[in-house]
């Protein structure tokens, strides 16, 4: 069970996920449009609401909870079992993220955003050394957490097998590789790899990928952070599909 706070997080796991949800506390004398439109959510699902202090309400959140907390069950709702289910149904349009070892929930947070704008068929990374969907999480993804399919997987590199069975082609992002990743042909089912914060990708990942590429980089700095990263690299594979479906 977890603390989900602030009114777009709260908001959107009503809108998405009200079974999920478990209690409701706002902050008693608020009385704003945008936290009657969270009150008239859970009043919509039955979902009890009580109203607490400002202070209590500060101890129970670790961060700006802006008058509203709910309490949840935040475990995936998807697990490596769905993960064939879900290539088949994307088809030849299948993209699949995979982070290893992403620890920071900004960082993972962030990917998921981009992910749901992407239109990511799933979001993949593994169940040790990785955070999960916690509070922050789910804050800072925007209602994204709600809708992408997350899946902690065991083993990270028997998935990625599964994955190439599935017939996807797995490309990981590398700064010493030679290749650039705007050169690699991203059209068909594939999926991206992107390493942890400061050490990259894993030897046994990096191993289990068809190809490794790079981000072209002009300037001092030798790497960008995983979800600047995750999000150019998506868009790239957005940007080529959709110029092969224009042409």
């Not at 777009?8 to 809108?15: E, N, T």
């Not at 704008?117 to 979001?123: E, I, K, L, Q, R």
Request: negative net charge.
């Amino acid at each position: 069970m977890e603390k989900i706070f602030g009114l777009h997080a709260v908001q959107s796991l009503l809108q998405r996920s009200p079974q999920r949800v478990k209690a409701l506390y706002v902050q008693s004398g608020r009385d704003d449009q945008r936290l009657q439109e969270v009150l008239a959510l859970a009043a919509a699902q039955g979902i009890s609401v009580a109203e607490i202090a400002r202070k209590k309400l500060d101890e129970m959140a670790e961060g700006r909870h802006q008058g509203v907390i709910a309490e949840a069950d935040t475990s995936s709702q998807y697990s490596e079992k769905d993960l064939s289910a879900l290539i088949d149904a994307a088809g030849s349009q299948a993209l699949v993220l995979i982070l290893d070892g992403v620890t920071d929930p900004h960082n993972l947070g962030a990917c998921l955003r981009s992910a749901d704008a992407a239109g990511v068929t799933a979001v993949v990374a593994p169940k040790d050394k990785s955070v999960g969907l916690n509070a922050t999480v789910m804050k800072v993804a925007c209602g994204a957490a709600e809708v992408v399919p997350f899946i902690a997987v065991t083993n990270l590199a028997r998935c990625m097998k599964q994955l190439q069975d599935n017939g996807l082609w797995i490309v990981g992002l590398a700064g010493e590789a030679d290749e650039s990743l705007y050169e690699r042909d991203l059209r068909g089912p594939i999926a991206l790899v992107m390493g942890a914060e400061g050490d990259g990708l894993r030897r046994l990942t990096r191993e289990r990928c068809d190809y490794l590429a790079k981000l072209p980089m002009a300037g001092s700095v030798s790497s960008l952070n995983v979800s600047v990263a995750s999000g150019i690299c998506l868009f790239e594979a957005v940007r080529q599909r959709q110029s092969a479906l224009i042409g």
